[in-house]
Nanobody, 124 residues
Framework: QVQLVESGGGLVQAGDSLRLSCAAS????????MGWFRQAPGKEREFVAA????????WYQDSVKGRFTISRDNAKNTVYLQMDSLKPEGTAVYYC?????????????????WGQGTQVTVSS
């Protein structure tokens, strides 16, 4: 089973940037679609971004398009989420997750392994 560890969260002001990282254990990282999700207090978990196994395809929630960028380095078993122009509504715990080959990379149910999450707080 793949172990995932997120890092890079913190407290920032609106308009600032953060880069989240998710390091995966194991030798099969490149065989997974990788996703980022977030859960704000009192709200359901929601999809943020996903990237295909090779990195050739990416998907984003509409509200983050143009501000967030997902990328991966298969040699380092790591997926990243660059978050620019952060907004207070971006305050949440951010989780990375792995999915085997899937036709629904934006669905949480496609993902089998989840990290513990990293807190992102955006002050206004």
């Amino acid at each position: 089973q793949v172990q995932l560890v997120e890092s890079g969260g913190g407290l920032v002001q609106a308009g600032d940037s953060l880069r989240l990282s998710c390091a995966a254990s194991g030798r099969t990282f490149s065989s997974y679609t990788m996703g980022w999700f977030r859960q704000a207090p009192g709200k359901e978990r929601e999809f943020v971004a996903a990237i295909s196994r090779s990195g050739a395809s990416t998907w984003y929630q509409d509200s983050v398009k143009g501000r967030f960028t997902i990328s991966r380095d298969n040699a380092k078993n790591t997926v990243y989420l660059q978050m620019d122009s952060l907004k207070p509504e971006g305050t949440a715990v951010y989780y990375c997750a792995t999915a085997p080959l899937t036709r629904a990379p934006m669905r949480g149910s496609s993902y089998a392994n989840w990290g513990q999450g990293t807190q992102v707080t955006v002050s206004s």
